[in-house]
């Protein structure tokens, strides 16, 4: 069974300091690791996809990675307008949804 | 381009009731989904579709119907609503699927049954 795991849960950070958020997971077959960022009272709204460890993507203050066993997202000085909580999700081979995880949420104080 | 419509955005239902979540995308996208998320859980797939007149069940069905007549809509039909069924429900669509195509999603419609 695909399993996507999180973490922290939460993450508190002030405004300007650095931090990763981890996404670990266990799939056969990996076709993609999706990262989401979701709004209070919203959707979520699609940041990047990564298809093969050792790939990278950037959007202004994030920075996704991936590994054969976990995902990163690296966000750089970050604002309070970055708080949110972002979500991770799986495909694989032979399945046509995503699995997510449970997400993390990030606060950033000024 | 609206992206992903749902309606309605809030609704409370009493035990035994029955209602339809509307869903419509005018992406032209050929996938559709229904997920729920409960607080602090992830998104769990209710039902999806891989193109008009084709649905199949995703991993939390029970209780719930979808059809889908059209490219463009993708009803979740409640019957016979219960407490466990409070949650928000989001609508996706996406031009692919086996897991390589970004998922867009509707805001959500929060449901209460009491």
């Known amino acids: 069974e695909d399993q996507v795991t999180q973490s922290p849960e939460a993450l508190r950070l002030q405004e300007g300091e650095s931090s990763s958020l981890n996404c670990s997971y266990t799939v056969s077959g990996l076709r993609g690791l999706f990262w989401y960022r979701q709004d209070p009272g919203k959707g979520p709204e699609f940041l990047f996809t990564l298809y093969s460890a050792g790939e990278e993507k950037e959007k202004e203050r994030l920075k996704a990675t991936l590994t054969k066993k976990e995902s990163f997202l690296h966000i750089t000085a970050p604002k309070p307008e970055d708080s949110a909580t972002y979500l991770c999700?799986?495909?694989?081979?032979?399945?046509?949804?995503?699995?997510f995880g449970s997400g993390t949420r990030l606060q950033v104080q000024p | 381009n609206a992206g992903v419509t749902q309606t309605p955005k809030f609704r409370i239902l009493k035990i035994g009731q029955s209602m339809t979540l509307q869903c419509t995308q005018d992406?032209?996208?050929?996938?559709m989904y229904w997920y729920r998320q409960d607080p602090g859980m992830g998104l769990k797939l209710i039902y999806y579709s891989v193109g008009a007149g084709i649905t199949d069940k995703g991993e939390v069905p029970n209780g719930y119907n979808v059809s889908r007549s059209t490219t463009e809509d993708f009803p979740l039909r409640l019957e016979l609503a219960a407490p466990s069924q409070t949650s928000v429900y989001f609508c996706?669509?996406?031009?692919?699927?086996?897991?390589?195509?970004?998922?867009?999603f509707g805001p959500g419609t929060r449901l209460t049954v009491l």
């Open positions: 999700a799986v495909g694989r081979t032979g399945r046509r949804a995503l699995t």
């Open positions: 996706a669509s996406s031009y692919g699927g086996q897991g390589l195509d970004e998922q867009f």
């Open positions: 992406m032209n996208h050929n996938y």
